[in-house]
């Protein structure tokens, strides 16, 4: 090529990676959108081929559930010898023994460490590669209280460790793609006992731990299938729970697979006594202190306080190490000298210690934001990050961190503020127990009820605010193809924060768990009027469409709400229940489905109270000042307009009757229509007292503004003009030199709300 080139003739410089520059063409907008779809269509069907299992069950797990999701506590060195070595010995040896047995249930009581067992067996399976899977139930997070998910969960777990499990697995999900819908039982036999029957030399451990945190009802469906994958597969289960009664049904009728293990037949006061030490000792070192600052007297006492409960022992330490005082004895001394609940045994202490440790927390600092944050923490639907729970609380970035200093003993707190990957929980579910119930706790107690109605508030609020139609700037329909889920995975990120998500996910939890107050009412209003419909959108986009037909029917079950929020959920639960919507394929279906009285926007509602301890939401002054400041309109220019989102194909422009101006306005490049038309007073069949607002839709009298609006007569109430819902179309709209520019696909309601912005 170089020896065919003239000598004088310059050459195009090449690219960086030696190509020339490719030669643009320009194809028509038909040929060009036909190859977008056509590229796009071709990478849909190679991630199809390529998908594992994994990816296709993971949607259906629940976050938290595995050993390595949190930084949960193990056995300390030197203790729980005896009983590890024995769940060694099980889990090593060959299950073609005599009288062996595949399941092993660990129960005890509440605080004896049965969680830091299975966590050490976990890390023990881990480090042979016999790990399975892992489940740890809790019951303050929705995801993991349940046997909704623990099925899938498994099966994505088994999926990670095997490349062959994987691919049966696979194949198992073509055939029954909707697996992770059908029933339990279902589950266990297509996605484990069918993948697992003619494999051999798969011996995996599954660990469950906590399983009477699941609900009674899923316990008793969830275990005899369990053990019968258990009798039919090369997998072991080691569980562990307290003895409830569902659970003592259930080891009594299986009893010839269960080798059921009492942790309180180890005794645990020399391992209790261990664990003191060592931790006595790094807290003197860490501080600086040479000598030995505690007795031998001072660790028999501590042992005895425990009374076998390893939480309690846990508990003081953290509450010794986590003070700002360096004065480790007066802290160990306040210990041994607290009057203990001797009424309640060994949780009655545990009960005591947790009112010490709150006691030194000022009153006045406790009734303040600690209280709030504490029951924000207890009574949350799933364990949130430290930033998400600021924005709950809308408080300071950092503020609720500063509040759990003190608190370390009682809460998992990450190291950092801003850690957005790390959640505040209680280190056990007993302090929970302890805070909810006023016998308990006396005057640190949470009222669970107002708690959850006052976290009903913080929901709605940045709902009703920040919420809108297309919150995401979407085209009206597409497919979700791989690259198009990466494309509103980003800009989910953008529009969505961790609050607002929390707020979407769980304001129906607050409110089957909450009361009806007047502030609750006045936001449920508004909600409902304006925001109900963007919230499916919303729920769609974080990919929780599932959860969407689970809130409706939840809100529908609550006793004593108001009729207009039920007959909305209705309308959406039919609207999203019918096969034909299919929200899950496109975010914006949702509007297709809806009639438009669900559409339309709200009569606008008098100024809420700011809840007790916060400060009111700032709101915009003049006519729209009764509302919290929205999602504010893109705008300014022309050019902004076209550019708010891909769905605006061409706008229309509204243009009020002006006086004469000297200086004309340049003309606007959008297509013209017809002005709005003043008319003669409108006079509606039936009479005077039978107009009905295209507003709010509700009958009003002679305080009405008529006009015409395309040939049809348009009647709006006074009282709408005095308060439109700006948050229902402050992402549609943007005033243009006196005018108010339109995308196409608006619905006619908000076409009626621009009118009533013109008018005003």
Request: glycine letters at 6%.
């Amino acid at each position: 090529m170089e020896k065919g080139t003239d000598k004088g003739a310059q050459r195009s410089p090449k690219h960086a990676y030696g190509l020339y520059p490719f030669i643009m063409l320009t194809i028509p907008r038909s040929r060009y959108d036909k190859l977008y779809n056509m590229f796009f269509n071709v990478e849909s069907v190679l991630m199809v081929i390529v998908r594992s299992a994994a990816d296709m069950l993971a949607p259906d797990t629940a976050l938290g559930a595995a050993y390595n999701s949190y930084a949960r506590p193990s056995c300390a060195p030197n203790t729980r010898t005896d009983l590890l070595k024995e769940i060694t010995t099980w889990i090593t040896e060959s299950s073609s023994i005599e009288d062996f047995k595949s399941v092993y249930w660990l129960h005890g009581a509440t605080g004896t460490g049965k969680t830091t067992v299975a966590q050490s067996v976990a890390l023990e399976c881990a480090k042979r590669r016999i790990l399975g899977a892992s489940f740890f139930f809790s019951g303050s997070d929705n995801e993991r209280n349940n046997a909704g998910k623990v099925v899938t969960t498994l099966a994505y777990q088994l999926c990670l460790q095997s490349k062959d499990q994987d691919y049966r697995t696979r194949c198992a999900l073509d055939k029954q793609p909707d697996v992770a819908r059908q029933s339990m039982a279902d589950q266990v036999q297509k996605l484990i006992t069918d993948t697992l029957a003619n494999v051999k030399n798969f011996r995996k451990i599954i660990i469950l731990d906590s399983l009477d945190q699941c609900s009674e009802d899923d316990v008793l469906e969830l275990v005899p299938l369990l053990f019968k994958a258990a009798t039919s597969s090369p997998l072991r289960f080691f569980v562990t729970s307290k003895l409830t009664p569902p659970i003592v049904s259930l080891l009594q009728k299986h009893a010839a697979h269960v080798n059921a293990v009492d942790l309180l037949a180890y005794d645990a006061k020399n391992d209790i006594r261990l664990f003191y030490l060592a931790n006595f000792l790094r807290i003197g070192e860490a501080r600086g202190l040479k000598d030995r600052w505690f007795s031998e007297d001072d660790l028999a006492r501590m042992v005895d306080l425990a009374g076998g409960i390893f939480l309690y022992a846990a508990t003081a330490v953290g509450f010794i190490a986590n003070s700002k005082s360096q004065d480790c004895q007066t802290q160990l001394r306040a210990l041994l000298g607290t009057q203990q609940n001797q009424a309640g045994g060994a949780y009655g202490r545990l009960y005591t210690l947790y009112g010490h440790i709150l006691t030194s927390i000022p009153k006045e600092t406790y009734q303040g934001l600690t209280r709030r944050v504490i029951g924000t923490i207890c009574l949350a639907s799933y364990p949130l990050s430290l930033p998400t729970l600021d924005r709950i609380l809308s408080i300071k970035p950092g503020e609720s961190w500063r509040c759990l200093q003190d608190l370390r003993a009682i809460f998992q707190v990450p190291s950092s503020p801003n850690d957005k990957a790390g959640c505040v929980t209680p280190l056990h579910n007993s302090f929970i127990e302890y805070i909810t119930a006023p016998s308990r706790s006396g005057r640190f107690a949470i009222n669970v009820k107002a708690h959850h109605s006052y976290l009903l508030c913080k929901c709605l609020d940045p709902m009703i605010a920040g919420l809108r139609r297309n919150i995401c700037d979407l085209p009206p329909s597409g497919d979700l193809n791989n690259y198009v889920k990466r494309m509103i995975a980003k800009k989910r990120a953008q529009n969505i924060d961790g609050g607002l998500e929390y707020a979407c996910r769980s304001w129906h939890y607050h409110l089957a768990n909450g009361g009806i107050t007047k502030e609750v009412l006045e936001r449920l209003r508004l909600f409902s009027q304006a925001t109900l419909i963007y919230w499916v959108e919303a729920m769609s986009i974080l990919v929780r469409v599932d959860d969407i037909l689970i809130s409706l029917q939840t809100v529908l079950s609550t006793p004593n709400l108001p009729n207009f929020l039920l007959e909305r959920c209705r309308e959406l639960e039919q609207a999203v229940g019918d096969g034909t919507t299919r929200v899950g394929d496109w975010p914006l279906n949702i509007y297709k489905a809806c009639s438009p009285t669900l559409v339309k926007v709200a009569k606008a509602l008098p100024p809420t109270p700011p809840l007790p301890g916060d400060e009111p939401l700032p709101t915009v002054k003049g006519l729209f000042s009764s509302m919290p400041i929205p999602q504010p309109a893109v705008g300014g220019t022309e050019a902004d307009v076209l550019s708010l989102s891909d769905t605006i194909q061409r706008c229309e422009l509204l243009q009020p009757p002006q006086p004469p101006r000297a200086e004309q306005t340049p003309k606007s490049n959008l297509p013209d229509v017809p002005p709005f038309i003043d008319a003669p007073p409108f006079v509606a069949e039936g009479g005077e007292g039978s107009f009905t607002c295209a507003f709010c839709m509700e009958e009003v009298g002679n305080e009405v503004i008529e006009g015409i609006f395309r040939g049809e007569p348009l009647i709006i109430c006074e009282y709408c003009l005095q308060g439109p819902l700006i948050s229902a179309v402050g992402g549609f709209l943007s005033r243009i030199n006196g005018c108010i520019a339109l995308a196409a696909n608006t619905s006619p309601d908000l076409t009626f709300a621009c009118l009533a912005m013109l008018i005003a």
